[in-house]
């Protein structure tokens, strides 16, 4: 049994592991993890980046020279400016065909001062990863902002909540983290400080992957700001992503292992972990007992067929009720029939409503830390671009709920009187 990460944590739930043999890996809840006398690597507790223990054999050296993808650009010669984000655009339309590529058009912030300065409330972050043989999630970040030809942040209306979100909201792209293409869990450390520069602006980081090994460096982020266990994690998808651990770095993979590992770290309780959607034949009746023991509160897709949408999403903003959120949303949730674009596609999954009622009512109803949208394929997309736009439509339902939670609207189910039948 592996146990290079449990040990550099928690290494009594490790010995107790040990002791009880694989068979029961499954103990009591996982204590969480104290970081504050945590060494730092790079700025972030040296526990949540075990890959790089000096001590653990499976370390990733980064040859001289290399480190150069993560190396910011020395700054301190450009002009000088007031912090707050920057408009490059020329025309008051964005259409596509003029001015820089922005996501929707909108301003860009460099640094986590433009974001404070400019009382920022959501901002745009690719996270270029890639770990498919089928490849092109690195492509994903950048091609949301070259979709806006028919998108761009001056329509900006929520026909269900009769308002419009961008006047509500300061939103700006915050650009891409870089990723070296071998090293890939060393990628999730500076992905994580981009992520966490938002963080600590005390902005919402929209996070376009990237595949879901993306979800690491997120988590990575939220547990170094907000602390173990303090917040639960809502996570969309057709897969598990839960399987076990292995002695390879395939628990930073998108086949992401992310939830589980947050798990057995420490960082998210089992009864903070809401699984939405599942159905992929990729997966065991063991693992699903072991995800019914950890308590992680599942709805898959048969529930759905047998009792109904609004039943679940009933049952699941019942769940999340008070509960500080970070939403991790696999595109894959949905049926392939709404994102050709996708890695792992899989029939059979939520429609485009479903999707976007409950993004939409658990931005209004629940304090949402951090969301990502991931496995977003441009070079599979059908007409280079159904699956952008419908990952587009994704983001503005949260934008729209964000902003209404915002305005004060409570009520996950809110919907306009004008925008409903008037005679
Ligand atoms: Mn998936």
Redesign the pocket.
């Known amino acids: 049994m592996n146990q290079f990460p449990l040990a550099r944590v928690a290494p009594l739930t490790a010995l107790l592991l040990l002791v009880l043999g694989s068979a029961n890996l499954v103990a009591a809840e996982q204590p969480a993890p104290d970081l504050t006398d945590d060494a730092k690597i790079d700025g972030l507790p040296a526990s949540l980046q075990p890959w790089r223990d000096p001590d653990n054999p499976l370390i990733e050296n980064i040859s001289e020279g290399w480190d150069i993808y993560y190396k910011r650009r020395d700054r301190t010669g450009d002009p000088k400016r007031e912090p707050g984000p920057i408009d490059l655009q020329r025309y008051e339309v964005v259409s596509g065909i003029n001015g820089f590529p922005t996501f929707m058009g909108l301003p860009v912030a460099l640094t986590k001062e433009d974001l404070v300065a400019g009382e920022v409330d959501v901002a745009y972050v690719g996270l270029p990863s890639w770990f498919q043989p089928t490849g092109g999630t690195q492509w994903a970040a950048n091609q949301m902002r070259l979709i806006r030809s028919y998108d761009h942040a001056k329509t900006g209306h929520d026909m269900h909540l009769n308002i419009n979100y961008f006047e509500h909201l300061n939103v700006v792209d915050y650009g891409n983290a870089n990723q070296n293409p071998l090293l890939y869990a060393r990628n999730m450390a500076d992905q994580a400080l981009v992520v966490k520069e938002i963080l600590e602006a005390g902005v919402i980081p929209l996070v376009m992957g990237g595949d879901?090994g993306t979800q690491v460096a997120s988590i990575m982020a939220l547990v170094d700001h907000y602390g173990p266990q303090t917040f639960a994690m809502v996570h969309f998808?057709?897969?598990f992503?839960m399987e076990d651990f292995g002695k390879s770095f395939g628990t930073f993979t998108h086949g992401a292992r992310a939830r589980r590992y947050a798990y057995e770290q420490g960082w998210v309780k089992g009864e903070d972990l809401h699984s939405i959607g599942i159905r992929?034949p990729y997966h065991s009746t063991k693992l699903l007992e072991w995800v019914r023991e950890v308590g992680d509160q599942y709805h898959y897709m048969p529930e759905f067929e047998r009792d109904g949408f609004e039943t679940v999403w009933g049952r699941i903003k019942e769940e999340l009720k008070g509960k500080k959120i970070y939403i991790s949303f696999?595109i894959?949730v949905l049926d392939t029939a709404h994102v050709p674009g996708t890695s792992?596609p899989e029939p059979g999954g939520l429609n485009a409503i479903e999707a976007l009622t409950m993004l939409r009512g658990l931005a209004i109803q629940n304090e949402v830390l951090m969301i990502d949208f991931v496995?977003y394929t441009p070079l599979l997309d059908d007409r280079h671009y159904n699956t952008a736009l419908m990952v587009n439509r994704m983001m503005r339902a949260f934008l729209a709920g964000t902003a209404a939670r915002k305005l004060g609207i409570t009520d996950p189910d809110y919907i306009a009187p004008e925008s409903l039948r008037h005679n």
């Open positions: 879901h998808d057709a897969h992503d992929s696999d894959d792992n496995e």
